[in-house]
């Protein structure tokens, strides 16, 4: 089995997302032991937004110049390894009520017609079927607990509408929410995000199920 560790926090070790998927992956692997993990930083290696160079796997074109070349074998490897992948634990921080811009550039190259979804006469389907995704999900507020809060977040939201475009309905979300409302809210947020991790990592990858957020 695939483990694919995705971090987007920008602020290292002061970090509770990072935390998180670090924590996450461990448990998984003590519970599925054999898994192999690969590691994606997309605060330190973060690809571009799309430009006309990087689009050349949209548009069908084919590469001219060095630069869209640079770019295109950046989307293929991006791609590749997120389709290779069994299971992917995504680090997904909210910044101003979303996910970071590093993480939404990383899904902007990585949904592509013709390998991750594609178009139909019944609608888009998604190909990237029969993996298991886990969120680490952290937040300096409450926004779970009231429909005022639930309107202003599009990270969790977001995530699970362009995961499910992909085909992937086992999505899983570790979430520690009021991390910025004190000592003793963080350390409660933290102790509920543990509750989290422990069942979610060991229950087996590609449930044909979707988690729902409290």
Do not use: C
């Not at 929410?177 to 933290?190: N, S, T, Y």
């Amino acid at each position: 089995m695939q483990l694919l560790h995705i971090d987007s926090a920008i602020t290292g070790e002061q970090s509770v997302s990072r935390q998180l998927t670090a924590r996450t992956v461990a448990a998984w692997q003590a519970s599925h032991p054999g898994t192999t993990v690969q590691y994606l930083d997309l605060a330190a290696q973060a690809p571009s937004h799309l430009s006309a160079e990087s689009l050349g796997f949209r548009t069908g074109q084919a590469a001219a110049t060095d630069a869209e070349r640079r770019e295109n074998a950046l989307s293929e490897a991006l791609v590749s390894q997120f389709l290779a992948a069994d299971v992917v634990v995504i680090g997904a921080p909210l910044y101003n009520f979303t996910i970071p811009s590093q993480l939404k550039a990383w899904i902007d190259r990585i949904a592509q017609t013709g390998r991750t979804f594609k178009y139909t006469d019944k609608g888009p389907v998604g190909l990237a079927t029969g993996k298991t995704v886990i969120v680490a999900s952290s937040r300096g507020g409450m926004y779970s607990t009231s429909e005022g809060g639930q309107a202003m977040e599009h990270q969790e939201s977001y995530l699970k509408v362009v995961l499910g475009f992909f085909g992937i309905t086992d999505v899983r979300f570790v979430r520690a929410e009021g991390v910025g409302m004190g000592p003793d809210a963080k350390a409660a947020a933290l102790a509920s995000a543990e509750l989290d991790l422990t069942a979610h990592t060991n229950v087996a990858a590609n449930q044909a199920r979707v988690s729902q957020a409290a």
